[in-house]
């Protein structure tokens, strides 16, 4: 039913394993110990966790509570906009280059995925009018990363609205993962994330996670955001995969949420000013890069090159430098570039990169 994901599989591979990991987009884990450090660790078996984390989870994205469900991470939180909106047969439009979960799950549930074009030569921006084109009447979702994965991009809130309205056009809706959405400006004082997608129109769909902004990916705390109806059948689909999501689950992610203030500060001493040294060694380096305005990881392409994958992993086995190959995102000829690692690890790792590109 579930192809394999090779993008996961060779993560997997290889993360742990080299010193200098320039491939990994989210913030490093937070330890257990530190988390507990900060929230201490009560009322486990308390069962208003289930109802009092979908309240907390609303609160955060600024949406009525009946429009959240949790989730088991973004990866999760996909399974079940596919599952609570699509049918066997239907058909999804999903972005290009892109993350390929994306299109994996929508075929384990036996969609027919259809890609779209977000061009590196414009920039990897979201146009509405390709995804106008590319629409049919079997389409049901159009999904979309913001911030773009891998390029790092951000499709502005009209952009997105445009998409949702030619969507809206043809009975479909518009899915936005958004877990890197919250970067660089995280939360605001009241701990609310004022950006989600979801509001920006009553046919849009939004998932997410603290994984990637926060360092709690090992937690997967995610979520689905939609209309009232899609979460009705969105909880019909957590009762029959799973029954219920874990109570220790529930408690662990509201610590996490009351204290996105302390974890936001830690995210950002980790960020500091990493993201300019990455584009102005891209630039050094003659490599062509997508520019992101925000977040922890960008695209470079090394114009006239065929597939870098053999020759990135060789520098992740000899060079201990690793990066992301673009091949799993359907540019060959680049890699994604991630900086969640400390900056005298990122000086190295871009130095071992280089030495690996200039020498073919």
């Known amino acids: 039913m579930f192809g394999p994901t090779r993008y996961l599989e060779w993560a997997r591979r290889f993360y742990g394993q080299v010193r200098c990991d320039l491939a990994s987009s989210g913030i490093p884990a937070v330890s257990v110990a530190e988390l507990v450090g900060v929230a201490p660790v009560s009322g486990q078996d308390d069962p208003s966790g289930w109802a009092r984390l979908r309240t907390a989870i609303a609160r955060y994205n600024d949406v009525p509570e009946g429009e959240a469900v949790a989730a088991l991470g973004t990866t999760h939180a996909l399974w079940l906009a596919y599952a609570s909106t699509t049918s066997p ?20 549930v036996g969609l027919r995925v259809v890609p779209f074009e977000r061009s590196p030569d414009a920039g990897y921006a979201l146009d509405p009018d390709r995804v106008a084109r590319a629409l049919s009447p079997r389409t049901r979702l159009v999904v979309v990363t913001n911030l773009h994965n891998p390029s790092g991009v951000r499709a502005s809130p009209a952009d997105l609205r445009a998409v949702a309205d030619v969507a809206a056009a043809r009975g479909a809706a518009l899915l936005v993962d958004e877990v890197y959405a919250p970067f660089d400006d995280l939360t605001d004082g009241a701990g609310v994330f004022r950006g989600s997608a979801r509001n920006l129109a009553p046919n849009v769909l939004a998932v997410g996670s603290l994984t990637k902004c926060y360092g709690l990916g090992p937690q997967r705390i995610g979520w689905m955001l939609g209309p009232a109806d899609v979460v009705a059948r969105a909880d019909d689909a957590i009762t029959a995969s799973c029954g219920m999501l874990p109570l220790p689950h529930a408690h662990g992610a509201l610590r996490a949420l009351q204290h996105l203030g302390a974890l936001a500060a830690r995210t950002r001493a980790r960020l500091a000013d990493k993201r300019a040294r990455a584009a102005s060694w891209a630039h050094e380096t003659g490599l062509s890069w997508s520019e992101p305005p925000a977040g922890l990881f960008g695209f470079a392409r090394l114009p006239g090159a065929g597939d870098l994958r053999p020759r990135l992993e060789r520098a992740a086995v000899a060079g201990e430098v690793l990066v992301a190959p673009g091949s799993f995102f359907g540019l060959p000829n680049g890699f994604r570039l991630a900086w969640s690692c400390p900056a005298d690890v990122l000086e190295e790792g871009l130095a071992r990169l280089a030495s690996t590109l200039r020498a073919g």
């Open 89 to 108: 047969g239907d058909e999804i439009l999903v972005e290009t280059p892109g993350y390929e979960p994306l299109w994996r799950i929508a075929e384990g």
